[in-house]
């Protein structure tokens, strides 16, 4: 393959479903695949895999709609100076929707993110299986599935909702360590049209699985992002707070707060009554260091608070 041949299937890849799909994303104000990977990962440093892969489906006419990366975009790049995996769905593609050469490209950067012991890190925007591969795309989410398994607990796996996600592209997220959803994300089984007519119950798409549901309700969800670059900050300042895999110590930043300070107000926050209810994130940001406290969870039934701060430099 020539150069000019070369960086022609490139810009063919890049162009995803066409531009008129790509202008519809930006429409609904969601990035394309590119771009958001583009945003994730420090400048200039991901390096995509597999780029012209195709998929090998001849049936309901699919010999017609082979799209060079088959719907996804995968490889590896820094955050933070740190090396990180990362899939990200291409929506204009089929729907985002998962064939088995998709899921082959998936499951190459898991292994390969497992093996050298760096966070996995999905970005989701996808109808789910490809219904025109059968039994074959119910094959490639297994295979997905059991990869989750294995890196759970090994190395982090954080899942970014960026779109309308169902089935197999909810099952995966729903079972890694992490997800973070934008507002104007869904997640959900199967849609509202199968609800009303399984159940003959009228549901909004919010109201199944909206961010939510899901960060207030369900508990799925573990944070809300205003928009696409709020996700991209908040999974950026999540990995600062936890190490690359299990053997690894977690990263230590220069505090900036004086050790030996004293703050007054810690003698108030608390009530003498102890009836009496308190704001617990004003006096976990009184203790912590630079006051920065990331919230992953809030009860103020139970009276919890769960996230990720630092005392003298240390998660």
């Not at 990035?31 to 420090?42: I, Q, S, V």
């Not at 959803?181 to 869904?186: E, G, P, R």
């Not at 199968?194 to 909004?204: A, F, G, N, Q, Y």
């Not at 009184?286 to 809030?298: P, R």
Request: hydrophobic share 40%; aromatic share 8%.
């Amino acid at each position: 393959m020539g150069f000019e041949e070369l960086r022609s299937k490139r810009e063919e890849h890049e162009l995803g479903g066409g531009k008129e799909k790509q202008e519809e994303q930006r429409k609904k104000k969601k990035l394309t695949a590119f771009e958001r990977t583009n945003l994730l990962f420090d400048s200039g440093s991901f390096e995509e895999i597999d780029q012209f892969v195709l998929h090998e489906c001849t049936e309901f006419g699919m010999e017609k709609k082979r799209i060079l990366g088959d719907g996804v975009i995968t490889g590896h790049g820094m955050i933070d100076g740190r090396l990180a995996y990362c899939f990200s769905h291409d929506f204009t593609v089929l729907g985002g929707s998962l064939g088995l050469a998709f899921a082959s490209k998936v499951t190459k950067i898991m292994d390969l993110a497992l093996k050298q012991g760096v966070p996995i890190i999905g970005i989701n925007d996808s109808g789910g299986a490809r219904i025109q591969e059968g039994v074959a795309s119910l094959a490639g989410y297994a295979e997905i599935f059991h990869r989750n398994v294995k890196a759970s607990g090994i190395v982090p796996q954080i899942s970014l909702i960026m779109g309308p996600c169902a089935g197999g592209a909810v099952y995966s997220p729903a079972i890694t360590d992490f997800i973070i959803m934008t507002k104007s994300a869904f997640m959900f089984v199967t849609g509202p049209d199968v609800v009303r007519e399984v159940t003959k119950e009228d549901v909004s798409f919010g109201e199944l699985g909206g961010a939510e549901i899901h960060n207030q309700r369900s508990g799925v969800a573990h944070f809300i992002a205003q928009d696409e670059q709020d996700c991209f900050a908040i999974a950026r300042k999540l990995l600062s707070f936890i190490p690359a895999n299990n053997l690894e110590e977690p990263p230590r930043i220069a505090s900036m707060d004086d050790s030996n300070r004293q703050d007054a107000e810690l003698d108030s926050i608390l009530p003498s009554n102890p009836n009496k209810p308190y704001d617990m994130e004003v006096l976990l940001r009184k203790i912590v260091d630079n006051g920065d406290f990331l919230e992953v969870q809030k009860d103020w039934a139970r009276n919890i608070m769960v996230g990720f701060a630092r005392l003298d430099g240390t998660p």
